[in-house]
């Protein structure tokens, strides 16, 4: 990622955050995007100093903020997190545009022998505050979750999922 191209996302990430630098899903995010933007950063010696500050920024977010967004992550333009505390993303995790975190959600795989089954979340998802979404699971586009599910199977687009554990249910339009 060039350092335009990660202006530009952080420019789009100050906008869907309400134009408030203050807020800790932006803070948050603005780390993720500079952990992304430093590893593009050559020769390894550059780079050192880069990383020092990253591990810093990422440190404090996740210990004053309580959000944990590695930068290995895939996070898509436009994300919000809207509340601070407990969000928790596992660093193979996807999240599409336009998706909304709540607090205290976690992003997870379900067993430590399969570190790289984690969740894919569509564009424009809502996740519901405590909502917990473990495994290799797909979220449809446009999918809500509603506040404390428990996902463990795919969601279709479009569709709702609450409960513990989470049920399937179709959106009425």
């Not at 992550?73 to 599409?96: C, P």
């Not at 809500?144 to 959106?171: H, T, Y």
């Amino acid at each position: 990622m060039s350092f335009r191209q990660m202006r530009a996302l952080l420019a789009e990430d100050f906008e869907a955050h309400g134009r408030d630098w203050t807020r800790p899903g932006f803070r948050t995010l603005f780390w993720h995007r500079f952990g992304n933007w430093r590893m593009s950063v050559r020769p390894k010696l550059l780079r050192a100093p880069l990383s020092l500050l990253y591990r810093w920024g990422y440190r404090h977010c996740r210990n004053v903020y309580g959000i944990e967004i590695p930068y290995t992550a895939v996070i898509g333009r436009g994300v919000i997190v809207e509340h601070q505390g407990g969000i928790v993303v596992h660093g193979a995790s996807v999240i599409g545009d336009g998706s909304i975190i709540r607090q205290n959600c976690t992003l997870g795989i379900r067993s430590l022998d399969r570190l790289d089954e984690a969740p894919i979340i569509g564009k424009r998802v809502n996740i519901g505050a405590g909502a917990v979404i473990l495994g290799r699971v797909t979220v449809g586009d446009d999918a809500a979750i509603g506040a404390n599910a428990v996902v463990m199977q795919d969601v279709p687009a479009g569709a709702l999922a609450v409960g513990v554990p989470a049920v399937v249910k179709r959106r009425q339009p």
